[in-house]
C-alpha cells in the first residue's frame, strides 16, 4: 500500500484537447438556421436575435434550429409519431435524406403509414419521396434494440451511404424499456453520435401513466431532457369540470390536446403552452396559445 503523503506514479494529467478558447471552438460551429417542419404552427415558435440600434431584436428562426437534437416526449396518443412522421414527409418532400429508426412497429407498416401522411400533405407523386426516406427496422430485430453499438454502426452506414441529414429514433424508450437505469448512458451516446454525424435528430420518448404530463419527464426519469438541445411535450386532457371550461375554454366533455416546448439550449422559444389540432388527415396543427385565448375571453 502506498505510503500517506507521497504522489501515486499513476497521477493524471491534463487532456489539453479538451480546452479551446471561444474563438477557436467558434471557428468549428455551424451556422444556426431553421429546419421548417411541415408542421403548421411550429416553425414560428423558434426565433433567434440581432442587435439593431444597439438594441436586441427578436428574428423568427424559420423552423426547429439545425443540428438540434430534440425529443419529442408525451404520454400515448398525443401525436409524438404523428409529429415526426410529419417532419419527415416534409424533408423527404424538400429533397433530403432522413433515416428513420422504428423501435415500435416494424418497418412495413411505418412506410404505410408515412405514404399515407405524405397523402394528407399533399404529395401526388409518392416517388418523391421514396427513396429520400430510409427505415431501420429496430422493432422487427432484437439486435438492433439490445445492442447499442450495432445501431450505432447501423445508423453510421446508413447515414454515409444515403448522405442524410436528419435522422430520427421512434421511440428511444424502446431501446431501454427493460433497462431504464440506463436510460441515461443510452442517450448520451445517441446524443453524442448525432452530433458526430451533424445530424439533426427528432427523438421520441414516451411518459409514464404516473408523470405529470406538461412535465419534460419520461420514462427513465429527466436523463433524455437534460442531455438533448430541446424538449417538446404533448399531452391532452378531458375537459370535466366547471373549472376545466373555464380554464380551456372548452365544454365538458371535449378532449383538448396541448403542446409547449420545454426548453431550447440553441435559441429562443416560445414559452407558452399551446393548443393542439390533430385533423382528420393525421397531421399537427399548433394553434394559439392557452395565455391568448383567455385574453380574448375577458
Known sequence: MAETGKESKYESKPFLKGVKTLRE????????????????????????????????????????????????TGVSDTGKSLLVEQFSVKRAMEGDKVVFITVE???????????????????????????????IDAASYAVLRESIQTLLDTVAYAIRTYKADYTIIDSITG?????????RSIVRQL????????????????????????????????AIAHIVDCTMVMSKKLIMTRYDESIYRRPIGEMVRLFRIDGCRMCGHDTDTH??????????RIGPSLKEIYRKAK
Not at 431501446?175 to 436510460?183: Q, S
Not at 448525432?194 to 429527466?222: D, I, N, P
Not at 393548443?275 to 399537427?284: K, P, W
Open 105 to 135: 412497429s416494424p418497418a412495413p407498416f411505418v412506410a404505410m403509414a408515412l405514404k399515407e401522411r405524405a397523402k394528407a400533405m399533399g404529395v401526388e407523386d409518392i416517388s418523391v419521396i421514396d427513396e429520400n426516406i430510409v427505415l
Open 191 to 222: 446524443f453524442n453520435f448525432m452530433k458526430k454525424w451533424y445530424q439533426t435528430a427528432l427523438f421520441v420518448s414516451q411518459k409514464r401513466s404516473g408523470h405529470e404530463e406538461l412535465s419534460a419527464e419520461a420514462a427513465g426519469g429527466y
Open 25 to 72: 471552438a467558434g471557428k468549428e460551429a455551424p451556422k444556426l438556421e431553421g429546419v421548417p417542419t411541415g408542421v403548421e404552427g411550429l416553425d414560428e415558435m423558434f426565433f433567434t436575435t440581432t442587435l439593431e440600434g444597439g438594441r436586441p431584436k427578436r428574428v423568427p428562426l424559420g423552423g426547429i434550429p439545425k443540428y438540434a437534437v430534440i425529443n419529442i
Open 275 to 284: 393548443f393542439m389540432e390533430i385533423t382528420e388527415l393525421g397531421l399537427i
Open 175 to 183: 431501446l431501454y424499456e427493460a433497462k431504464e437505469m440506463m436510460a
